[in-house]
């Protein structure tokens, strides 16, 4: 990696909207992340530590971690299986820098008839 330049998160949707059921990505990505850095996944809600590196914390087998490196960047994916309308909430990928680096994501839970009536009405906006 990179020792040269200061760490930064690379863009990436920080909005997602799921149905019930399916599944949410995250998708963090880590320019320039020096040896001795670590990314974590944190669940802001209740301050749940999900992911530290790339060892899971949470007990919940729901959540799975995607892993990709190269020589710019690292990339931790977050990712929810069968989500509910409890998994609403953010979701922050954080940087052991000093001071933290981090990136918040926000995860919308519709329901299925909510998702319907949006697919309906998104051509009348168009």
Do not use: Y
């Not at 670590?38 to 669940?43: E, Q």
């Not at 979701?91 to 329901?111: A, Y």
């Amino acid at each position: 990696m990179n020792t040269f330049s200061s760490p930064s998160f690379v863009h990436s949707d920080p909005e997602v909207t799921v149905q019930e059921g399916q599944t949410a990505f995250f998708k963090c990505v880590v320019g320039s992340i020096r040896n001795n850095e670590t990314i974590s996944w944190v669940r802001r809600s209740d301050a749940r530590l999900l992911f530290v590196g790339k060892t899971r914390i949470v007990g919940d087998g729901r959540f799975d971690l995607i892993t990709k490196d190269n020589e710019h960047s690292v990339e931790r994916t977050l990712r929810i299986r069968h989500v509910d309308a409890n998994d609403t909430g953010n979701f922050e990928c954080q940087l052991s820098t000093s001071p933290k680096l981090s990136k918040l994501f926000r995860l919308k839970v519709v329901g299925e008839k909510e998702s319907i009536a949006i697919s309906i009405s998104l051509p009348d906006l168009l």
